[in-house]
Nanobody, 114 residues
Framework: QVRFVQSGGGPVQPGGSLRLSCTVS????????MAWYRQAPGKQRELVAG???????DYAEAVKGRFTISRDNAWMRTTLQMNNLNADDTAVYYC????????WGQGTPVTVSS
């Protein structure tokens, strides 16, 4: 059984930073393409960043230059470093195994507000 443990969300002021982590168990993490998605209130869930099993990354235009996705295969973890946050980044953030059907983390809220 695949399990996710997400951590690191919470409230932050505009311009601040947060680091989200997602630890996965029950699967060979090394072959997983990982991604972070987010869903803001009243909006559809959208891709934020992805990292393939080989380490190739891609980002949504809205977060390029501000967010960094990484992975640590030894710890079976993917991390999303978010800098220079703004109100538009307010959402629930989900990690996902992108090459596995319906494999989502539980979500962690991020609220950017002064």
């Amino acid at each position: 059984q695949v399990r996710f443990v997400q951590s690191g969300g919470g409230p932050v002021q505009p311009g601040g930073s947060l680091r989200l982590s997602c630890t996965v168990s029950g699967i060979n993490f090394r072959i997983c393409d990982m991604a972070w998605y987010r869903q803001a209130p009243g909006k559809q869930r959208e891709l934020v960043a992805g990292i393939t099993s080989s380490g190739k990354t891609d980002y949504a235009e809205a977060v390029k230059g501000r967010f960094t996705i990484s992975r640590d295969n030894a710890w079976m973890r993917t991390t999303l470093q978010m800098n220079n946050l703004n109100a538009d980044d307010t959402a629930v953030y989900y990690c996902k195994i992108d090459n596995r059907r319906d494999s989502w983390g539980q979500g962690t809220p991020v609220t950017v507000s002064s």
